[in-house]
């Protein structure tokens, strides 16, 4: 009982040390956009900056009124639940990021369900071998796919399974990926590659730190099972400081699939916060950063909540 | 190999897939259309003779989930495209950029060029109303707006909207501010589409063009279907399907993966590794955009015109052409318009002259220069350009020091301030160049070119009815330029589209933002 309070209460602060980061994101991007060169009037003058013209976008965007009164409004209409509107389309931002949304939560799940099992797999499979001709050939083989930068991997993928071989779709241009999901297939594995590098070499040394810890020679000498050791005592040990990896990579997920995002042409969130950036789309931009900054701090909390259940001593560090 | 039951059960098999592709094309497009035509591709292909039916899909660069189908709000190409697919403008222009009638059958001027009178042709909106003058007026109107920022509100600005009104249903009369004799080209400026009168909407658009509104989904796609009222004919497609994918390798892999049948905008690098070899047609639009360099005319040290007569001289243009543009274009010659009506074609190719240039120099005491050339990655070949004009300038002396700057305030950015900046500009009529770039008035005068009498030059022009007189006033004004304006021209970029070898009827003069150019319902699969 006392340890459930306990925890709640771990729970409780965590969760307002989230608001407060997301909070402070918030007001981050704000100073951030503001000090962008350039309004959004600016750029959607494009080509034709008539003075004018630029002027005349500035007053009916209400981009004239001082940045303060600006941020309060907004920050008023947040605590309604109000993204407020784009300033390009006028469009409300929350029907911005619900479009986005969809395909990058598809594209961030179907990377999770292969990314998790994957590197796990690996991972112990490396430690079971440690130092043998498999456990050498994928760490050489992880790091060298550590160290391709996403595009590069994605042309390459494109290329070679979408072009020469013609085995999956180049690109999701025009396809729903729910009805047709061999479009999804080349983006995760370009998304997955780098993650199951690090994630599964965590996993590893973890599981080799884990095999020669004390607590499973003795479990050994009780006569548990080889197998029951690795996978219900060594392997939770090994996979917290992978949790914590793993949420960082949620983190990644959400804003690093930009790249993904423009080379197979799916429009997700990425692709909306490049537009809205490079359009300085202000309200756009501020509705992306609330929920990155949300994701974040609860990816963060699961992490740490993972992290606490299967290895509570590392409590002190949380 | 001589066996000819092999060929037999080749031909056999090819007839196959040409009946599955055919029927899964019926399919696709949810229409039987007439399958008639449809069943035998490779003879008319051969022919030549359009044919009917199909789904294209074209990839554009685009704008992001910010999109509208506001015809009067199109900024980008792909807006462009898709507000040409679903409305109308007045006029358009040719491939060498004269004004085309289209919703206006014809136009007269009065004898003093300031009143106009427009006959509309018989058309129809989708909904089945007639284009009259009063959608006419409304929609420019709702451009002209006062409190508006459409972007040919400045095109229309010559117009008394106030005085001008509808003669009849089919004329509307234009009452001007001053004397133009190249109005026409006002009917056919960028975004000034025919829209129904009293629209405020555009979730549903209803357009007078070739295709009718099926879906959007913004920042995705937009499907549009055969008009098969429209005026000049209904298109030869069912249906085609607007996507955007703003990266080049995707629209490149789409294409070469049969995802997508038309591509906007490729690299000339990407071009060059597929042209011929037989899975994607290259299509090169001459004359789509003018690439060059402005010099501040009123300000050290291009205040001296010879100095910006130097500058003329430093470039060498074809090597500028081939570096920056990956030579997917022509030479310039400090004009714009090349191979546009009016262009001075006249002039003497400049080519680079170090000796003179440094000559000119020292004559203006401006030895041992230093400039600043700003520039941004804001448009394809920008920053090459600048670097290779930087080593061409230290052969004449001139240290150039680049500065790159953002992309997405560019435009702005160089406007007012610094001296020396990168340029680009697609294609316009010569006459609208000037207008807006060129006068004292004119609200984006890069390079500061404020001349009492280039004005009145263009005055008279817009005062003249002859056609031959006012030639020969623009290339009083193309000269005057040739000598010692602020404009360094040194090439016209291609614009390149690619199609799948499927697609006919792609228009190959047509420079982009003209008429011919993205017109698809001029296109058939076969």
């Not at chain 1, 690795?230 to 930009?258: E, F, K, M, Y």
């Not at chain 1, 429009?267 to 309200?283: F, N």
């Not at chain 2, 014809?106 to 003093?112: D, F, I, K, T």
Request: net charge neutral.
């Amino acid at each position: 009982m006392d340890r459930v309070t306990l925890h709640l209460h771990w729970v409780g602060r965590r969760l307002l040390l989230g608001l407060g980061q997301t909070a402070a994101v918030v007001l981050f991007v704000f100073a951030l956009t503001e000090a962008l060169p350039g309004d959004a009037a600016v750029a959607l003058a494009g080509d034709q900056p008539d003075p004018e013209r630029i002027a005349r976008i500035r007053a009916a965007l209400d981009l004239d009124r001082p940045t303060a009164e600006r941020f309060l409004d907004w920050a008023a209409g947040l605590l309604h639940g109000d993204l407020g509107t784009s300033l390009v389309s006028g469009r409300p931002v929350s029907g911005y990021l619900a479009g986005g949304l969809g395909p990058t939560v598809l594209l961030a799940s179907a990377t999770l369900v292969v990314l998790l099992p994957l590197s796990a797999g690996l991972g112990v499979l490396c430690a079971r071998r440690e130092g043998g001709p498999l456990d050498r050939t994928l760490s050489a083989l992880t790091l060298a796919v550590h160290s391709v930068p996403e595009f590069a991997l994605g042309v390459l993928l494109a290329t070679v399974f979408g072009l020469w071989l013609g085995w999956l779709p180049p690109t999701a241009v025009g396809a729903d990926p729910l009805t047709d999901p061999a479009v999804l297939v080349l983006p995760v594995l370009v998304l997955i590659s780098r993650p199951v590098c690090t994630i599964s070499r965590l996993v590893r040394a973890g599981m080799i730190d884990a095999m020669a810890s004390p607590y499973v020679a003795q479990a050994l000498r009780y006569g548990v099972g080889g197998g029951r050791v690795r996978w219900a005592h060594a392997l939770p040990n090994a996979l917290a400081p992978a949790a914590q990896q793993l949420a960082r990579t949620c983190d990644w997920l959400l804003s690093g699939v930009i790249v993904v995002e423009a080379l197979f042409v799916i429009p997700g969130l990425g692709t909306v916060l490049i537009d809205a950036v490079a359009a300085r789309d202000v309200p756009v931009v501020q509705g992306m950063a609330v929920v990155f900054g949300v994701v974040t701090v609860l990816a963060n909390l699961g992490a740490d909540l993972v992290a606490r259940r299967f290895a509570p001593r590392a409590e002190v560090v949380a | 190999m001589n066996n000819p039951r092999s060929g037999f059960a080749r031909r056999g098999f090819l007839l196959a897939t040409a009946t599955a592709t055919a029927a899964a094309l019926a399919l696709t497009a949810g229409c039987a259309g007439d399958t008639g035509k449809t069943a035998d591709p490779k003879n008319a292909a051969a022919a030549g003779t359009p044919q009917r039916g199909g789904t294209l899909r074209a990839a554009f660069p685009g704008g992001g989930a910010g999109e509208t189908l506001d015809p009067h709000a199109a900024n980008l190409f792909v807006d462009a495209a898709r507000a040409k697919a679903l409305y109308d403008k007045l006029a358009d222009f040719g491939a060498d950029l004269a004004p085309v009638p289209r919703l206006a059958e014809r136009w007269e001027p009065n004898e003093s060029l300031d009143t106009w009178k427009i006959t509309l042709r018989k058309a129809a909106f989708h909904d089945g109303r007639p284009v009259t003058a009063e959608d006419v007026l409304y929609s420019y109107r709702r451009i002209a707006d006062p409190k508006g920022t459409f972007r040919a509100k400045a095109s229309l600005e010559p117009i008394d909207l106030a005085a001008s009104r509808a003669l009849d249903a089919s004329t509307v009369e234009f009452k001007l501010k001053r004397p133009y004799a190249e109005f026409p080209n006002v009917l056919a400026a960028f975004g000034a589409y025919i829209i129904p009168k009293d629209t405020t909407s555009f979730d549903k658009p209803v357009g007078s063009g070739p295709f009718t509104f099926a879906a959007f989904t913004p920042g995705k796609s937009l499907v549009v279907k055969r008009n098969d009222a429209y005026w000049e004919g209904a298109p030869h497609l069912d249906q085609v399907e607007f996507v955007v994918a703003s990266e080049e390798s995707a629209r490149v892999s789409a294409l070469l993966g049969g995802q997508v049948q038309y591509a906007h905008e490729l690299s000339p690098a990407t071009a060059r590794t597929h042209e011929g070899k037989g899975k994607i047609e290259v299509i090169r639009l001459p004359g789509s955009s003018m690439q060059g360099f402005v010099m501040k005319t009123d300000r050290p040290p291009f205040n001296d015109p010879r100095v910006r007569q130097a500058f003329f001289l430093i470039a060498d243009r074809k090597e500028l052409v081939d570096g920056a543009l990956s030579g997917a274009g022509e030479v310039g010659n400090d004009l714009f318009g090349k191979g546009y009506r009016y262009y001075a074609s006249g002039l003497p190719q400049r080519t680079q002259d170090l000796e003179r240039a440094r000559a000119l120099l020292k004559e203006a005491g401006a030895e041992n220069l230093k400039v600043t050339l700003d520039t941004a990655p804001a448009a394809t070949g920008f920053v090459e350009a600048a670097g290779i004009f930087k080593e061409q300038a230290a052969k004449a002396g001139v240290t150039v020091e680049v500065k790159v700057g953002n992309k997405d305030t560019y435009w702005k950015d160089i406007l007012d301030n610094g001296t020396f900046a990168s340029y680009r500009s697609g294609s316009m009529p010569i006459e609208s160049h000037i207008s807006q770039r060129l006068l004292t008035g004119s609200t984006t005068n890069a390079t500061k070119w404020k001349q009492k009498d280039f004005d009145d030059l263009y005055q008279q022009a817009q005062s003249t009815r002859d056609e031959k007189e006012r030639a020969a006033l623009y290339e009083r004004m193309q000269r005057r330029l040739y000598d010692e304006g602020g404009f360094l021209i040194w090439g016209f970029a291609d614009w390149i589209v690619a199609t799948a070898p499927t697609v006919h009827g792609v228009d190959a003069k047509a420079p982009a933002n003209t008429l011919d150019w993205a017109r698809f319902d001029k296109i058939w699969i076969a």
